[in-house]
T-cell receptor, first 114, second 111 residues
């Protein structure tokens, strides 16, 4: 049983550049979530999908952020025109949609903005 | 406003010294409370789900309990490998997918 996989594990980029992260969920799960975590804080919700549909977006998700899950399997999170404040760990999680099933997390992508 | 508060922020124990971590929550209509363990540089690892007051779950040296206002994670005779940050989370009252996390308790267990 493979868990949630995220790529890349680390990304260093210059301010103003665009970056894209990929998440491959647990194959049986139809829900996929994105969170952001900064040092000393718990994860903060960004958005989630059920199959291909993006059902909820946080106010944290500015216009520079976009997420897709085109075929209901893997997902991408793109950040355009990166800013210093975007430096964080970006976590992906997946779950079943029945009831309140636990979300299972990947090991994240660490983004550093120079 | 839905909120999760964890205490203490950090806890240092000697190996074998039992203790408890606290998670207080305010949410409209609790639909579960989740405990996770997070090691440095890793994603949160799921431990327990509790759904109703009075419920208890156990796994090795960990036991989680739930009341109407808070949850406790009891650690019995901890070992150094139990050192990690422990996070609790509840679903946002008006959401199906949005988990609200506390800031976590960083546990260090010294041999």
């Amino acid at each position: 049983d493979t868990g949630v996989s995220q790529d890349p594990r680390h990304k260093i980029t210059k301010r103003g550049q665009n970056v894209t992260f990929r998440c491959d969920p647990i194959s049986e799960h139809n829900r996929l979530y994105w969170y952001r975590q900064t040092l000393g804080q718990g994860p903060e919700f960004l958005t989630y999908f059920q199959n291909e549909a993006q059902l909820e977006k946080s106010r944290l998700l500015s216009d520079r952020f976009s997420a897709e899950r085109p075929k209901g399997s893997f997902s991408t999170l793109e950040i355009q025109r990166t800013e210093q404040g975007d430096s964080a760990m970006y976590l992906c999680a997946s779950s079943f949609s029945t009831g309140n099933q636990p979300q299972h997390f990947g090991d994240g992508t660490r983004l550093s903005i120079l | 406003e839905d909120q999760v508060t964890q205490s203490p922020e950090a806890l240092r124990l000697q190996e074998g010294e039992s203790s408890s971590l606290n998670c207080s929550y305010t949410v409209s209509g609790l639909r579960g409370l989740f405990w996770y363990r997070q090691d440095p540089g890793k994603g949160p690892e799921f431990l327990f789900t509790l759904y109703s007051a009075g419920e208890e779950k156990e796994k090795e040296r960990l036991k989680a309990t739930l009341t109407k206002k808070e949850s406790f994670l009891h650690i019995t005779a901890p070992k150094p490998e139990d050192s990690a940050t422990y996070l609790c989370a509840v679903p946002h009252g008006g959401s199906q997918g949005n988990l609200i996390f506390g800031k976590g308790t960083k546990l260090s267990v010294k041999p």
